[in-house]
């Protein structure tokens, strides 16, 4: 998507004070300023994970500086191990809910604010609006969008079978290690958020199996040709 910028402006992680540098492959880290089918937008090529070691702070400044800045609309996208027997590899699919395993999140801007609550209505996390946006656009592109609850681990690592079976008993559909932090920071701020999720892999807890990284990566690329034209055709419509 970062490559589809028109009238890029590339800026690189390690040339912002205080931006955390991704370690991840397929992670490029650079802030890309420029325009998608008209629309103005800021594209942060890469995050930084948790099991990284950087801390959630840290992780989150990047989305922080944006989200102060002012953007309109958050839509976060993610590589996903499939839990739900009904996805497919190389899916697109829409977050609804999540499970947060990872079992931090970020202060509320209102946390010193004795006045304001900082209970957070985590069932208003994705936007209910621009989803049905969405989920109408991705028919008009002649795909389906189905939604689906995202379970964050910490990790690094792929799940376990046993834990493939716990997970879908809790009511995930799909697991990865990212994405939760950044939609509630970014509710926190009363910014909507699209979040879409790549499949990548779809477990069989009863056939032993192995994800790669690699595999991850070839997924994701398969996935582009309906999510790029998908926010593209978001931000010509909306925006």
Not at 70 to 94: C, D
Request: overall charge neutral.
């Amino acid at each position: 998507m970062a490559d589809a910028i028109d009238h890029a402006t590339r800026i690189a992680y390690q040339a912002i004070p205080e931006f955390p540098e991704p370690r991840v492959a397929g992670h490029s880290g650079q802030l890309v300023l420029g325009r998608l089918e008209g629309c103005q937008v800021a594209v942060l090529q890469g995050r930084c994970h948790l099991y990284e070691g950087w801390s959630l702070e840290e992780s989150l400044r990047p989305l922080r500086t944006l989200l102060e800045l002012g953007i309109e609309l958050l839509i976060l996208s993610n590589a996903s191990g499939g839990i739900n027997p009904r996805f497919h590899s190389g899916q697109v699919v829409a977050i609804d809910s999540h499970i947060n395993w990872l079992f931090q999140t970020a202060k509320s801007p209102n946390y010193h604010d004795r006045s304001a609550s900082i209970l957070m209505r985590h069932d208003r996390t994705y936007d209910s609006g621009w989803l049905a946006k969405a989920q109408q656009t991705a028919s008009e592109l002649g795909f389906s969008l189905p939604t689906a609850t995202y379970l964050a681990t910490l990790g690094p690592n792929y799940e376990t079978r046993a834990e493939y079976r716990a997970f879908g008993r809790l009511g995930a559909d799909i697991v990865g290690m990212s994405t939760v932090p950044e939609a509630i920071l970014a509710m926190q701020h009363r910014t909507p958020v699209l979040a879409f999720s790549v499949v990548t892999n779809v477990a069989n807890p009863d056939v032993p199996t192995a994800t790669e990284h690699n595999d991850v990566l070839a997924w994701s690329s398969i996935a582009r040709s309906k999510l790029q034209p998908l926010v593209a055709r978001i931000a010509s419509k909306y925006f």
